[in-house]
T-cell receptor, first 107, second 115 residues
Framework: KNEVEQSPQNLTAQEGEFITINCSYS?????LHWLQQHPGGGIVSLFM???GKKKHGRLIATINIQEKHSSLHITASHPRDSAVYIC?????????FGKGTKLTVNP | EAQVTQNPRYLITVTGKKLTVTCSQN?????MSWYRQDPGLGLRQIYY???????DKGDVPEGYKVSRKEKRNFPLILESPSPNQTSLYFC??????????????FGEGSRLTVL
């Protein structure tokens, strides 16, 4: 079974700070998803990546398949980035989810 | 508009009364999946489907059934609900490319309480 560890569990930042959230997993996978869950509960897909790096606006995701590790970076953080960020390793049919990182960005 | 629609959004029911949570997507996605989210446990996969008539168990399938008779619909059936199935449920869909799920599209969630 794929064990997924996210760190930190909780993160408080000031607006404008650079944020990093880490995800490590135990079983080799072909891809990994990063998700964002808003305070109201809705879940949005941010990235699906199988190698290297992807960028979307102020968000950057990286993955190292050999080291079984992925990171999500937020540049110039903003209060609207406050949410729970969840990694989900597993590019095939089964997905296992990390417990999430709760990010709070203060103005 | 591309979307995944779940119904009902909120339901309070009693132990043993069969219920179905519907999930429908309008994006012609092959892959559909059900998850439950519980405090401290995060999201866990219940069942998934790679295409019509192709379903398989996730990590927590006990007490649930699914069917995939049409590509757009993937209902979750609780034949005899119990209080430990009180949870927030999400349906999601995705295109498949080379066996990999692409971007996941989630429904808005269904909050189920079993008394």
């Amino acid at each position: 079974k794929n064990e997924v560890e996210q760190s930190p569990q909780n993160l408080t930042a000031q607006e404008g700070e650079f944020i990093t959230i880490n995800c490590s997993y135990s079983v080799g996978i072909s891809a990994l998803h990063w998700l964002q869950q808003h305070p109201g509960g809705g879940i949005v897909s941010l990235f699906m990546l199988s190698s290297g790096k992807k960028k979307h606006g102020r968000l950057i995701a990286t993955i190292n398949i050999q080291e079984k590790h992925s990171s999500l970076h937020i540049t110039a953080s903003h209060p609207r980035d406050s949410a729970v960020y969840i990694c989900a390793p597993g590019g095939s049919e089964k997905l296992v989810f990390g417990k999430g990182t709760k990010l709070t960005v203060n103005p | 508009e591309a979307q995944v629609t779940q119904n009902p959004r909120y339901l309070i029911t009693v132990t043993g009364k069969k219920l179905t949570v519907t999930c429908s997507q309008n994006m012609n996605h092959e892959y559909m999946s059900w998850y439950r989210q519980d405090p401290g446990l995060g999201l866990r996969q219940i069942y998934y489907s790679m295409n019509v008539e192709v379903t398989d168990k996730g990590d927590v399938p006990e007490g649930y059934k699914v069917s995939r008779k049409e590509k757009r619909n993937f209902p979750l059936i609780l034949e005899s609900p119990s209080p430990n199935q009180t949870s927030l449920y999400f349906c999601a869909s995705s295109l498949l490319a080379g066996g990999l799920t692409g971007e996941l599209f989630f429904g808005e969630g269904s909050r189920l309480t079993v008394l």
